[in-house]
C-alpha cells in the first residue's frame, strides 16, 4: 500500500508554520462563532458569507496540519480540495445574495462595521503572520490566500456597513457579498491550479524513482 505516497522524501516541515496554523486554526473558529451570530442579528448577506469563510478556512488548516508531514503527492491532494471548497464557497455566496435581493432585507450597518473590524483584526494578524510562507507548495500557498482573501473581504465589510448606512439599502451589502464570493472562486482556481501542477510532479517524480529502482533490482539479483 505504500506505493501511493509520493517517491521524493517528504521535507520536514517548518515549525513555525505548524505553529502558524494552529494559530489561525483557532482565531478562525473563533470568529466563526463571532461572525455567524452578528450575521444572524444583523441580516446580513455580506457577514454571513465571511463566517461560512472563517469555517472553511478552519477546515483547510485542520487538513494541511493533517498533511504537513506527508509527501507532496498527499499535499497536492489537500491542495486540490481547498481549492475547490474555495470555488464552491463563492458559488454559494452568490446564490444567497440573489435570495437575498429577491427578498428585499436590508442588513443593519452597525453590527456590520463593528464586527467586520473586529474580524479585521484577527485576519490581518493572521497574514502577517502566514505571509513569509506565500511562496511554498500549493498546501501553502492555499493557507496564505485563504489568510488575504479574509482580510481583503473585512474591508469589504466595513464598506458595505458605510455604504448601507449611507444609502438605507441593501445593495452595498449585496455588491460586498458578490465581490467575496467571486475573489473565493478565482482563489479556488488558482490553487487548484497549483495543486495539478505539484501533484503531476510527484508522480513524475514516483515513475523515476521506481524506473531507477527496477535496474538496481535486476543487478542485485
Do not use: Q
Not at 62 to 68: C, E, F, G, N, R
Not at 84 to 108: I, N
Not at 205 to 220: K, L, Q, W
Amino acid at each position: 500500500m505504500a506505493c501511493s505516497c509520493s517517491a521524493p522524501e517528504p521535507k520536514s516541515p517548518d515549525p513555525r508554520f505548524r505553529r502558524a496554523l494552529w494559530v489561525a486554526l483557532w482565531v478562525n473558529l473563533a470568529m466563526f462563532l463571532v461572525e455567524g451570530i452578528a450575521s444572524l442579528s444583523s441580516g446580513s448577506v455580506s457577514l454571513m458569507a465571511d463566517a461560512i469563510d472563517f469555517f472553511g478556512d478552519s477546515a483547510n488548516y485542520i487538513l494541511s496540519l493533517a498533511v504537513l508531514s506527508m509527501g507532496m503527492l498527499w499535499r497536492g491532494r489537500a491542495a486540490m480540495v481547498k481549492g475547490l471548497t474555495m470555488a464552491a464557497f463563492g458559488v454559494v455566496v452568490w446564490a444567497r445574495a440573489v435570495y437575498v435581493l429577491e427578498s428585499g432585507t436590508t442588513p443593519e450597518p452597525m453590527t456590520m462595521g463593528l464586527v467586520g473590524l473586529l474580524a479585521l483584526l484577527a485576519n490581518v494578524g493572521v497574514a502577517v503572520m502566514l505571509f513569509r510562507f506565500r511562496d511554498g507548495d500549493s498546501d501553502m500557498r492555499s493557507v496564505w490566500l485563504c489568510s488575504r482573501n479574509d482580510a481583503i473581504g473585512n474591508l469589504a465589510v466595513m464598506a458595505a456597513a458605510l455604504g448601507v448606512f449611507g444609502t438605507g439599502t441593501a445593495w452595498p451589502d449585496l455588491a460586498v457579498a458578490a465581490v467575496m464570493g467571486t475573489l473565493a472562486i478565482t482563489a479556488g482556481v488558482s490553487v487548484v491550479r497549483h495543486a495539478r501542477t505539484d501533484i503531476a510532479e510527484a508522480r513524475s517524480a514516483a515513475v523515476e524513482a521506481t524506473g531507477r529502482a527496477e535496474p538496481a533490482a535486476s543487478r542485485s539479483r
